[in-house]
């Protein structure tokens, strides 16, 4: 089957370079004097080039030389994958994410998805992004768990069909964290005053520079309960597990044998193993192709000033847990 549609590929591109050789040759070098003679001969050869180049497009578009998309979901999940100074700019973006799997869905070829997990999680709702976009895909998802699939990235697994991993990935921290930065007594010792101007109790619970009340306490607290027990409800659905088996881990991590047990995961095992399942799902040899997003010069050139930034800032400072602004959350 792969054979045959390599050969037919080929045959296509084959097919358009003949047909724009003889129209270029006609066009730019029987048509003109013998003064232009020379000058055809360059454009015939470049209209050929650009017709096999053309063609090998159209042709991987019509007759895909992959039957599986591969999607990488790698460090920190933000929205956009990017950073502050403080942090390091080399995250996931998940609008990228969700953008490769819509295409992979609309691909000709792409009979299954492999979503590659190597994680610690992230922002809530992007997370949460990625998984509905695995859950919409037409076709066989599975998630595969390199070293670690925790928190969000756990929540993207949910939205999986199957979970492989490795023996010693590390797999679970279904769990959520609201942090946020004090620096009351910071601002007292540099003399610093806090003046509230807000329209609303709750508008600026949280600020680092007040004294939190305890019913600002019980307000974010009452946040962080609602999205576990979001967390905890996308989980048991998404992988067949009963809820209270997924609160008794207790936002525990665990190597991916005694995840195994738990049946936190599927199966264990390597990317061949991964491959043979997709292999049996789709009834044919497995060809892979990753899908990535594209990305412009404006972005490429947004990325790398984020690294210089994370360079500097990381040998200022460590990265705190919450926003330096005020209360983060984060699976």
């Known amino acids: 089957m792969v054979e045959a549609e390599s050969v037919a590929r080929l045959a296509v591109v084959l097919v ?31 209209a050929t080039l650009l017709a096999v180049r053309i063609a090998g497009n159209v042709a991987g578009s019509l007759i895909p030389s992959h ?28 609008d990228d994410v969700v953008e490769q799997i819509e295409s992979a869905d609309d691909d000709r070829g792409a009979e299954a998805l492999l979503v590659k997990l190597n994680t610690p999680g992230g922002e809530i ?14 076709g066989p998802t ?26 010693g990935s590390i797999v ?19 003399g610093l005053d806090y003046e509230q101007f807000t329209a609303g109790k709750y508008k600026d619970a949280g600020t680092p520079l007040k004294e939190m009340t305890e019913d600002e306490r019980a307000y974010l607290q009452g946040l962080i309960d609602d999205y576990y027990d979001q967390f905890v409800e996308t989980v048991a659905e998404g992988r067949g ?17 005694e995840a195994d047990e738990l049946g936190l995961v599927d199966d264990i095992g ?17 060809t892979v192709a990753e899908f990535e997003a594209d990305r412009g010069v404006m972005e490429r050139l947004r990325g790398g000033a984020q690294q210089v930034a994370f360079a500097l800032g990381a040998g200022i400072t460590d990265a705190a847990e919450g926003d330096v602004d005020g209360l983060s959350f984060r699976k």
Request: charged share 25%.
């Open 142 to 167: 599975i998630a595969y768990a390199t070293d670690v699939c925790a928190s969000g990235g756990y929540d993207i697994a949910a939205g999986c069909d199957e979970l492989y991993a490795r023996e």
């Open 270 to 286: 390597t990317r061949e193993d991964v491959e043979d399942r997709l292999e049996h799902l789709i009834g044919e040899p497995v």
């Open 241 to 257: 597990i009963d809820d209270e088996l997924v609160r008794e881990t207790e936002a525990r991590v665990y190597l991916g044998s």
């Open 67 to 94: 039957n599986v998309a591969e999607v990488a979901v790698e460090g920190p999940i933000t929205r956009d994958g990017g950073g502050g100074a403080i942090s390091s700019p080399t995250g996931t973006s998940a």
């Open 16 to 46: 358009a370079a003949v047909v724009a050789l003889v129209v270029g040759w006609f066009l730019f070098v029987t048509v003109p004097d013998d003064l232009a003679q020379l000058l055809g001969v360059v454009l015939a050869l470049v």
């Open 172 to 190: 679970g921290s279904i769990g959520v964290i609201g942090s946020r930065v004090n620096a009351k007594d910071l601002g007292d010792r540099l």
């Open 125 to 138: 709702v992007p997370s949460e992004d990625i998984r509905l976009a695995a859950e919409r895909f037409d």
